[in-house]
């Protein structure tokens, strides 16, 4: 298992398109990711359920990765959350 | 010869009604990449000719945006939606929008969900052009739009196949 946390920097948080990208870039891997944050915790590779987490500036995101891909898919989420949010 | 006793309407798992009226046009004609090319599922959009935004079917507000500006639903049968009015109006923080449904609120097909003052939003320089996404088109082996036309809320704009 992997996990990190991160702070959203982003003025306007995790809304529909960050959230779509999200998406897009959790389903390149075949572990399961989960976020955590603002009470919440939901599959990132949904995207109701990623939008619906409500996540704002200042919010701290856990992510947990759990699979056999789960050192890249950290890599990768890790440096999306940096790029993206 | 029997064919047409044969021959059944086709059913499909879900339809979705027009959330607004307007003229009903492909997500290709939406001016963001993001719904363009549908990276948030497969859609279709509606260029409002009044601000306001209607329940699509009978279903659930799984929310509403704290910005006011997006609401995604979830029918009876499964489907989500998400209505997203106007583009890069997450900017707007929620002005010239008002609600009427919160957060998981139950509702019928042709409830009033929101309001928007279409008028205010354009002077604001936004494009009031609204996406309409189904979020987990994945589940389904096809999404059928009808597009090209005027339409009337509650007018089908989309069939899901499963």
Known sequence: MQTFTYVIKDELGIHARPAGLLVKEAKNFASTITLEANGKKGAAKGLMGVMSMGVKQGHEVTVTIEGDDEVAAAEAMKSFFETNL | ?162
């Open chain 2, 1 to 162: 010869m029997f064919d047409f006793f044969k021959k059944k309407a086709k059913e499909y798992e879900d339809v979705i009604g027009a959330p607004l009226k307007g003229e009903a046009v492909p997500s290709a004609e939406v001016n963001d990449p993001t719904f363009a090319e549908e990276m948030l599922g497969k859609g279709m959009a509606i260029k409002p000719s009044e601000g306001k935004v209607y329940a699509p079917f009978d279903g659930e507000v799984a929310l509403v945006f704290d910005t006011k500006h997006a609401i995604s639903l979830v029918s009876a049968k499964g489907a989500e939606v998400l209505i997203h009015v106007g583009l890069d109006t997450v900017m707007l923080k929620g002005e010239h929008y008002t609600t009427h449904v919160e957060t998981g609120a139950a509702v019928k097909k042709g409830d009033l969900l929101l309001e928007f003052d279409m008028e205010a939003i354009k002077a604001a320089g936004y494009d009031t052009i609204t996406p309409i996404v189904i979020c987990n088109a994945d589940d389904y082996k096809d999404v059928i739009r009808t597009t090209g036309k005027q339409v009337e809320p509650g007018d089908t704009v989309m069939e899901l196949d499963k």
